[in-house]
């Protein structure tokens, strides 16, 4: 009998693949479960090793990467974060489907390491609504805000390299499209006609967003020099 295939869902900042991947482990226990990250950082507040994150040394993690024990890593920020391949088959030999949110780069690392995973590209349903959910939560910065479009750019440029998408247009909607492909009850390499160009509509639009965001931050400089 084959394992279950662990399942990735990516997308840019603001697209609800968080929202959703908790969605399907909290309604569906018994089938999902999140694959908890190793990472290098200490932990904040009531943060526990083996909820949030494994909590190891930078030492301990560069030696998972040199004996290869990680599906896919990253360094964010000084710090390093990773997936160990013994949570992928751990949790598929107990019948639970691992669930992964990363991003793009660590997708592909999966990928390039032959598990044979199913990654679903998360996109958002428009521009306007995208940028609402993205700049509305008034607790970053305008420097990472561009920084985060800057990334969406990036991913939104290879969405179409991956073989299945979902539009989060209903939460409750998109959740249900996942477990549909999940189940192979849609998908299968088809693809959302729309998904090109609304590639092409998001990626105008975070383009649009930072000439707004860098134009006003030019204009508050002139302000506080006439002052």
Not at 46 to 67: L, P
Not at 91 to 116: F, N
Request: some cysteine; aromatic content about 6%; overall charge neutral.
């Amino acid at each position: 009998m084959s394992l279950p295939r662990p399942l990735i869902l990516v997308g840019p900042s603001g697209a609800g693949k968080t929202t959703i991947a908790s969605r399907l482990v909290r309604g569906y226990p018994e089938r999902f479960r999140f694959s908890v990250s190793a990472t290098s950082r200490a932990p904040r507040g009531r943060e526990r090793s083996g909820r949030e994150y494994s909590f190891v040394s930078r030492e301990e993690f560069k030696e998972m990467i040199a004996s290869g024990e990680l599906a896919e890593w990253a360094q964010v920020h000084g710090e390093y974060y990773g997936t160990p391949v013994d949570n992928l088959t751990g949790l598929a030999e107990e019948g639970t489907v691992p669930v992964l949110d990363i991003d793009v780069q660590g997708a592909r690392q999966v990928m390039r390491r032959g598990i044979d995973a199913l990654v679903i590209f998360i996109l958002p349903p428009g521009t306007a609504q995208w940028l609402t959910r993205l700049t509305g939560r008034g607790t970053e910065s305008a420097e990472g805000i561009v920084r985060r479009l800057h990334t969406a750019r990036e991913e939104l440029r290879k969405a179409t390299t991956f073989e299945e998408h979902v539009v989060n247009q209903d939460l409750g909607e998109a959740v249900r499209k996942v477990l549909e492909i999940a189940d192979g009850r849609a998908g299968k390499g088809a693809r959302d006609r729309r998904v090109e160009e609304l590639c092409r509509e998001l990626d105008a639009g975070a383009t649009a967003e930072i000439g707004r965001i860098r134009g006003r931050g030019v204009a508050d400089e002139i302000r506080k020099e006439e002052t």
